[in-house]
């Protein structure tokens, strides 16, 4: 899963917040195109071919592990270069094993987010550790321009963000704290 872009500018000088400014190749979200998406917070994986396989950032200067998959080229600004690792047997992978056994059946090949309380902190509130397949829970009452999402995401504290999907794959994010600075209030 390559980076997504983000709906807004950031101001990378000041606050690090974001301004009403759409970041180029962003415009179709304003346009009405695509279908907004409930953005979880946890750590983001992949099915492929009945093999789990978990995120993995190889930033600049990190050698990547063995098994190292890239999604994308390195960004050449900030270093980013995400890509995918198996999940194994390592203590670092049990929380996706535990996700992966309480399934209980094959999850179709795609992408989801792992959530639970020993992911991120548990801002989502889970009892146990699980999948949610990116881009099931679609909220059908988001706005689309920079004032009434600014709202719409103040009165949700409980969310992340906002994931729009494209029909021809693009994807577009906003998250809550790109407005507030803090993950959730």
């Known amino acids: ?109 795609g992408t989801y987010e792992l959530i639970g309380p020993k992911v991120q902190g548990n801002p989502e509130g889970m009892s146990s550790h699980q999948f949610v397949p990116h881009g099931d829970d679609i909220l059908t009452d988001a706005p689309r321009d920079f004032t009434s999402l600014r709202a719409y995401l103040e009165a949700r504290p409980d969310m992340e963000g906002i994931v729009w999907h494209h029909p021809d794959g693009r994807m577009v994010k906003l998250k809550r704290r790109d407005f507030f600075g803090s993950k959730r209030r």
């Open 1 to 109: 899963m390559q980076k997504i872009l983000s709906l807004y500018a950031r101001n990378y000088d000041t606050d690090r917040l974001v301004r009403d400014e759409v970041v180029p190749g962003s415009e179709w979200v304003l346009a009405g195109e695509g279908v907004a998406t409930r953005k979880w917070d946890g750590t983001s994986c992949l099915v492929r071919g009945g093999t789990l396989w978990k995120r993995y950032d190889a930033k600049k200067g990190r050698t990547p592990p063995a098994g190292f998959e890239p999604a994308q080229e390195p960004d050449p600004v900030t270093g980013h270069h995400p890509g995918w690792v198996p999940v194994g047997d390592g203590p670092d992978d049990t929380y996706h094993r535990e996700a992966w056994a309480a399934a209980g059946v094959a999850l179709p090949d």
